[in-house]
């Protein structure tokens, strides 16, 4: 990622930047292609069990809640919101609200991770809904489980683009780090309303 920033400023000042999507770009394109059909492999398997099941959720499921997922969502679809508003910034450049922008993202999406993991710890200890808990069991935390790994592994990609922004490494030109751990974090925000409205809304 730095590498990409630092091969963009090697080129020539006053001349064009080459045209077309840049390679770091292109590359993250590919990476989340790549875990759109991952994620569409874990969608395709809940709904093949669900339609060749008699009823759903299988008895004695304890009911999720809407409501404090509903909670999660809104966190999420926030962080996501205010990640935009850090690319816009930069592409001002303006690097005092990038970093704003991205520390409010940042907190936002731990925010997140942790209110997830207190509702696997309710789940667990309060209802007795666990991993080995059968088949819908599995499916909950396979796929929100994957789903926080990304929220994780995106929360730590943008810590350090926070920390390169702070340094003043971003500019209105140079900035293609910040535009790949938004298309990142957009999509781990589409994954979750995809989740959310599966698993929560969806009967």
Not at 44 to 66: K, N
């Amino acid at each position: 990622m730095a590498a990409s920033d630092t091969a963009l400023r090697d080129h020539a000042p006053g001349q064009p930047r080459p045209g077309g999507i840049s390679s770091s770009l292109l590359g993250m394109v590919l990476f989340i292609a790549s875990e759109v059909m991952f994620f569409g492999g874990l969608f395709g398997a809940y709904f093949t069990i669900r339609a060749a099941a008699t009823t759903w959720p299988p008895q004695g499921t304890p009911e999720l809640s809407a409501p404090y997922a509903a909670i999660l969502t809104t966190v999420l679809v926030s962080s996501s919101g205010f990640m935009q508003l850090a690319v816009n910034a930069i592409r001002r450049g303006d690097q005092r609200w990038l970093v704003r922008w991205l520390t409010v993202t940042l907190t936002l999406g731990v925010i997140f991770l942790g209110m997830q993991g207190y509702d696997y710890f309710s789940l667990a200890n309060h209802e007795g809904f666990r991993l080995s808990s059968g088949v819908f069991g599995s499916l909950f935390y396979t796929m929100t489980g994957f789903h926080g790994a990304h929220v994780f592994g995106g929360a730590a990609f943008i810590s350090i683009v926070l920390l390169r922004a702070r340094s003043g490494q971003f500019t209105a030109r140079y900035h293609d780090t910040v535009e790949m751990a938004s298309y990142y974090w957009h999509f781990v925000d589409v994954v979750w309303i995809g989740l959310f409205s599966t698993l929560y809304l969806l009967k």
